[in-house]
């Protein structure tokens, strides 16, 4: 099949499906030996299939924040629907997976971090316990305070943190997690 040439939607459904089986957990030999019947009706079988194994190899390597949408195996039908777009991930997939490394590595924009400051910039803030954070030049944070903890999590650059007591009765814990450590 030569570079552009689309599969009939249809058939890259089915190959979805079948994907969405044998990888799932629990697939028998039987599913396995149908899938490879059904892969030798057609040669677009066949290269429905090859998309669908490439996908699941571009997908297997995000973080499951991203793959899972895609994915996901508590909702059948819009598995299905968001697989059924098979043709449209393949094509978007290598964009999508080098845009995400360049944007969540130490050297990206981070823009999806809760806190961060560009090339040249600093930023102080105050956190809802009270704790001050200032973030160095270039710098990226997420934040994530539940009941059980108040996490720093650094995307990228330096921080300097001066903690305060935590004010809620449950006297959470200040955790800080680098790439180098937790504290």
Do not use: Y
């Not at 089986?21 to 396995?32: E, N, T, V, Y």
């Not at 490394?101 to 823009?111: C, I, K, T």
């Not at 809760?114 to 803030?125: F, S, V």
Request: hydrophobic share 40%; aromatic share 4%.
């Amino acid at each position: 099949m030569k570079h552009g040439q689309t599969l009939d939607a249809r058939v890259l459904d089915e190959a979805a499906d079948w994907l969405v089986r044998l990888h799932g957990g629990g697939a028998s030999d039987a599913d396995r030996a149908a899938c490879a019947r059904w892969r030798r009706q057609s040669p677009q079988h066949a290269r429905a299939w090859a998309r669908a194994e490439q996908l699941q190899a571009l997908l297997g390597g995000l973080p499951p924040a991203l793959a899972m949408p895609a994915l996901d195996r508590k909702a059948p039908a819009a598995r299905r629907a968001a697989l059924a777009k098979l043709a449209l991930l393949l094509g978007t997939a290598p964009a999508i997976w080098a845009g995400w490394r360049w944007n969540d590595g130490p050297h990206g924009l981070n823009l999806g971090a809760d806190l961060r400051t560009a090339a040249g910039e600093r930023h102080e803030q105050r956190l809802a316990d009270g704790s001050r954070l200032t973030l160095n030049t270039g710098s990226a944070v997420d934040l994530r305070f539940d009941d059980e903890q108040r996490l720093l999590r650094l995307r990228a650059g330096e921080i300097l943190v001066q903690s305060q007591p935590d004010p809620s009765p449950r006297a959470r814990p200040l955790r800080v997690h680098t790439e180098h450590g937790r504290l």
